[in-house]
Nanobody, 126 residues
């Protein structure tokens, strides 16, 4: 059973930074891409960032490009999301996700991810 546990959320002022972490267990972590998504109240869950299984390829939503950085440590079965220059519109519950299988590409649609963490709240005050 794949388990994902996020940490690192909190309250921060606009312009500040937070680093989210996601610890994975239950299968060989390095065999799968990983992703981060977020959901604000009243909105659908949206793609934030994704990373290939080796960490060599990363993808970002246009809204976070240049401000957020996704990374992974395959030795520690963790994936991180460094968030800089945070804006009030970044306020959401952030969840890490893992796909059901290795698709051979890095998925960016929430429908391609089968396993989800419980989420961590990020609140950015203006």
């Amino acid at each position: 059973q794949v388990q994902l546990v996020e940490s690192g959320g909190g309250l921060v002022q606009a312009g500040g930074s937070l680093r989210l972490s996601c610890a994975a267990s239950g299968r060989t972590f390095s065999n799968y891409a990983m992703g981060w998504f977020r959901q604000a109240p009243g909105n659908e869950r949206e793609f934030v960032a994704a990373i290939s299984k080796s960490g060599g390829s990363t993808y970002y939503a246009d809204s976070v490009k240049g401000r957020f950085t996704i990374s992974r440590d395959n030795a520690k079965n963790t994936v991180h999301l460094q968030m800089n220059s945070l804006k009030p519109e970044d306020t959401a519950v952030y969840s890490c996700a893992a796909p059901y299988r290795d698709y051979g590409f890095v998925p960016r649609s929430r429908y391609e991810y089968a396993y989800w963490g419980q989420g961590t709240q990020v609140t950015v005050s203006s």
